[in-house]
């Protein structure tokens, strides 16, 4: 290819990268469908690409829809061990975020929801909702008929709608969520932190990628008492991190988070989903395989003093 083609697509990298995240809910695996698009564009007769744009949204669209369609990844996600990939702010695979839609859009919350959707409806709530296509754009994308898009998306929205945050958290903000979430959880009394949750909170955790399944807390007090616990420094913990780790206030696919790192390695995130200034959700992500975008991103960009500076 000559320096313009490569040029056309290197410019739409960003976009497809997101697109394909949110379709499938990993970095890694987003960056591969990128990849594939890529050799497609290389291979394909472009005199006949009218619009590049149009058609490398539609490869992407479908390449990631065949990934998800795909024996292997069906069975790794039914084992019960899959969580999204956490993405630092700033990060440009998290894709546009000019409205409430697209923000919530990129949640874990709402990336975990649409596990539930079928793999057209996830297609088609993307495209409505993140990148703003038409149903009849949409409808040529995945095959379908206008009308068939506009139940698609109008199921999933309907599904989904109970994921929404409901609030715009800026870094000021996650800072003193996450500084009152850390004090709480530092002082050793678990009541501090049931405090800060809802009522009907609930936690994750995927136990650092040892444990076959997520682990799962149904209460207020089992958060507080897991976060209490996972708070207490020990050596056991320090000889497992691989020595003391800092701990700062980021956010992570637009919720509040406390980034846990050594050696500017990211070794663990916590992340704090809120609603009505209160935390409804604590997901807890420390699986290396999860973290390695994330550790990319936050070697790339300014940090702010940490709340901790040796845990």
């Known amino acids: 290819m000559d320096t313009a083609t490569v040029a056309r697509f290197e410019a739409s990298r960003n976009r497809l990268a997101s697109l394909a995240y949110r379709l499938l809910g990993s970095a890694a695996d987003a960056e591969d469908t990128v990849q594939d698009a890529f050799l497609r564009w290389q291979a394909a007769d472009r005199e006949y690409v009218e619009v590049p744009e149009a058609w490398l949204t539609k490869i992407v669209t479908n390449l990631a829809l065949d990934r998800l369609r795909s024996a292997k990844v069906r069975r790794e996600r039914a084992v019960g061990a899959w969580m999204p990939e956490p993405l630092l ?7 546009p ?9 990129v949640t874990l919350a709402v990336l975990t929801l649409m596990e539930r959707l079928s793999p057209v409806e996830r297609a088609a709530y993307v495209l409505r909702e993140a990148f703003a296509y038409s149903h009849a754009e949409i409808a040529e994308i995945l095959g379908i008929t206008e009308s068939g898009s506009q139940q698609h998306t109008h199921r999933a929205r309907r599904r989904i709608a109970a994921a929404g945050n409901g609030t715009d958290i800026d870094h000021a903000s996650a800072r003193r969520i996450v500084e009152a979430f850390v004090d709480a959880a530092s002082s050793g009394r678990t009541e501090r932190l049931v405090a800060l949750l809802t009522d009907d909170a609930t936690g994750i955790s995927d136990g650092a990628g040892l444990a076959e399944k997520l682990i799962r807390y149904s209460t207020p007090e089992r958060i507080a008492s897991a976060a209490r616990a996972g708070f207490k420094p020990s050596p056991a ?3 497992f991190a691989g020595g003391s780790p800092s701990i700062h206030a980021v956010v992570i696919n637009g919720c509040p988070a406390m980034l846990v790192t050594l050696d500017d390695r990211v070794v663990g995130v916590v992340i704090l989903e809120i609603r009505d200034d209160k935390i409804t959700g604590v997901r807890s992500i420390a699986a290396p395989d999860r973290l390695g975008r994330l550790t990319e991103e936050w070697q790339r960009q300014e940090h702010d003093v940490p709340l901790i500076e040796s845990w």
Do not use: F, I, N, W
Not at 97 to 105: G, L, Y
């Open 89 to 95: 702010d700033g990060d440009p695979m998290l894709g």
């Open 237 to 239: 913990k320090r000889r």
């Open 97 to 105: 975020a000019d409205t409430v839609e697209q923000r919530e859009s």
